[in-house]
């Protein structure tokens, strides 16, 4: 079985590994554009703030751990055209241009993401940088020690984390975005505003509702920022707008969705049964919803990827789909959140109720104990949990998990009031902190009820 892989990081890598371990006479070969393969670029912003000292532990695999495997890996090399209908591609080596063909039996797509460049006024100038891969780091790390003002356009995960990793490192910082409150795909206003408030306490900007409309430079390197309410002086840029799939390679010969992300069944097949796509060029199924959705994750890269070899021969193990599930830490405030927010559940048209929850995560008698907010969305009327959020400076990010498989098992907010959690108060009180938020949500349902009945 000949096996081609075009891209390695999160979802290649784990296709890869999996493959030359359950098939060892597979003839595999990678190619990678990039000079480097498996990084995670989820800790760039733990490198830029100087916690992470050794970049090379953000690197879980390489080409001669592949090599000891029987995987061939050609990198600094592009492919730059697919045949599905014959099992070709055509690639090229990218220190020397020549260009060649090669066949395969099973083809599996793992192009990833590239970071969303808009087309601006001022975008070629110098000072005006991107967010993704390793080179991307070491390129803000050098170009941050030379300067002072540093301004990141974009308030989703990567944005506040990099605003955060630069206000320790002594810079002033501004954060630009076009919604009116930061992370606004992940969490809702009760949550965002606390984090705003810390973010400002410590010195930085928040240019919330502005729209980036050009870049203004003098001798080619970049010294503002433009917006549509006002002009941002600075001295660097990091752009961290968003993420587009690496799909061009198979467009026209395979469904993807209208924004590019390929469209998989439940065995990582794409519409032509020979070609796998797994990690950021693919669109998942999202649980809450049921629909698709383009969620870039590392966790789904690397499920997705395991399942690819899994399913590589035969329909073996289906994928269960995902939640989107995800966490951060700012400063001092752990956060993490599953599934739909009330105002994406909203937006979606879905009829949802909340219960929203402030208390301390383990009895008061004790010697010291913290404060933890939890929201739990759920359907109206099937009572279905639809997503989750929380925020607490103990790190109580894991039960987001718990509510992760809850939305997943299809459960309601009354069950959750019930479930079985153990109690020790050097961790929780007899009422865990998630059945809390089931049992307010319950006189709701009672007097839903009475009102149905009268």
Not at 83 to 98: F, V
Not at 168 to 183: F, P, Y
Not at 300 to 307: C, D, K, Y
Request: charged share 20%; with cysteine; hydrophobic share 40%.
């Amino acid at each position: 079985m000949k096996v081609a892989v075009i891209g390695c990081t999160h979802a290649g890598t784990a296709a890869i590994v999996n493959i030359a371990q359950l098939y060892p006479d597979a003839e595999i070969t990678v190619y990678e554009r990039n000079d480097n393969i498996s990084f995670l670029s989820c800790g760039i912003a733990l490198y830029v703030a100087g916690v992470v000292q050794d970049p090379q532990g953000l690197f879980y695999s390489s080409p001669e751990k592949l090599a000891e495997l029987g995987v061939k890996t050609k990198m600094l090399h592009e492919v730059t055209q697919v045949d599905t209908e014959r099992k070709t591609l055509r690639a090229r080596d990218l220190q020397t241009g020549r260009e060649f063909d090669d066949s395969y039996d099973k083809l599996i797509m793992t192009t990833g993401s590239w970071p969303i460049i808009p087309d601006l006024e001022g975008m070629g100038l110098d000072g005006i940088l991107l967010s993704k891969n390793f080179n991307h780091s070491n390129a803000i790390i050098e170009r941050a020690k030379q300067v002072n003002r540093i301004t990141v356009v974009g308030a989703g995960y990567i944005g506040v984390e990099l605003v955060e990793a630069f206000e320790m490192n002594g810079k002033q910082v501004t954060l630009i975005d076009g919604e009116d409150r930061i992370l606004s795909k992940y969490l809702d206003e009760e949550f965002t505003t606390p984090i705003q408030k810390s973010l400002e306490e410590r010195g930085i900007t928040l240019a919330l509702g502005e729209k980036v409309s050009s870049f203004a430079g003098e001798n080619g390197k970049v010294t503002k920022v433009i917006t549509n309410k006002g002009e941002h002086e600075t001295d660097l840029v990091i752009l961290c707008i968003g993420f587009r799939p690496n799909t061009e390679l198979l467009k026209g010969q395979v469904d993807m969705l209208p924004g590019g992300a390929i469209l998989v069944n439940d065995y990582m097949q794409t519409s032509q049964p020979d070609v796998y796509a797994a990690g950021d060029s693919c669109a998942i199924h999202y649980n809450p919803t049921g629909k698709h959705a383009y969620i870039p994750l590392a966790t789904n890269a690397v499920r997705m990827g395991t399942l690819v070899a899994r399913n590589l021969v035969a329909p073996t193990i289906p994928y269960m789909g995902t939640q989107g599930t995800s966490g951060i830490k700012i400063y001092d405030m752990n956060i993490a959140g599953t599934g739909l927010t009330e105002e994406a559940a909203k937006a979606e048209g879905m009829d949802v109720d909340n219960v929203l929850i402030t208390d301390n995560y383990r009895p008061e008698f004790m010697p010291s104990f913290e404060q933890v907010q939890l929201k739990v969305v759920f359907d109206r009327a099937t009572r279905r949990i639809l997503g989750a959020q929380i925020l607490s400076k103990m790190d109580l990010t894991q039960s987001i998990n718990t509510l992760s498989v809850c939305i997943q098992n299809r459960m309601t907010i009354d069950q959750l009031a019930f479930i079985d959690f153990f109690f020790q108060p050097h961790y929780n009180k007899p009422w865990n902190f998630l059945n809390t938020a089931g049992l307010q949500a319950l006189p709701k349902e009672v007097a839903r009820k009475e009102a149905v009945t009268v």
